[in-house]
């Protein structure tokens, strides 16, 4: 069975950090560029971040630049997002995809989580 799994949500304070990670299982992420999308209730889904298959490129949304790293580690076949200064419009369910290579639409994935939530709040 192919399938991603993301873990790592929770609720945090306005400034606090969370690391999220999507493990892959059925398959290796070797070959595959990871995207990281999210979803707010009412909102379109929106991509946050990328990392190609060798971690060489990445990309972020400007909302979250500055405040978000994505990275892998391929021998543990897992992507990560380290979300630091976490802020409460950074509310959302967050999703990770796999793709052949970055691409700004979902359409462009293949693969997908199930998600995770994510709650910044006091």
């Known amino acids: 069975q192919v399938q991603l799994v993301e873990s790592g949500g929770g609720l945090v304070q306005p400034g606090g950090s969370l690391r999220l990670s999507c493990a892959a299982s059925g398959f290796t992420l070797d070959y595959y560029a990871i995207g990281w999308f999210r979803q707010a209730p009412g909102k379109e889904r929106e991509r946050v971040s990328c990392?190609?298959?060798?971690?060489?490129?990445?990309y972020y949304a400007d909302s979250v630049k500055g405040r978000f790293t994505i990275s892998r580690d391929n021998a543990k076949n897992t992507v990560y997002l380290q979300m630091n200064s976490l802020k409460p419009e950074d509310t959302a369910v967050y999703y990770c995809?796999?793709?052949?290579?970055?691409?700004?639409?979902?359409?462009?994935?293949?693969?997908w989580g199930q998600g995770t939530q994510v709650t910044v709040s006091s």
């Open positions: 995809a796999a793709t052949p290579s970055c691409g700004r639409r979902i359409g462009d994935y293949n693969y």
């Open positions: 990392i190609s298959s060798s971690g060489g490129t990445t």
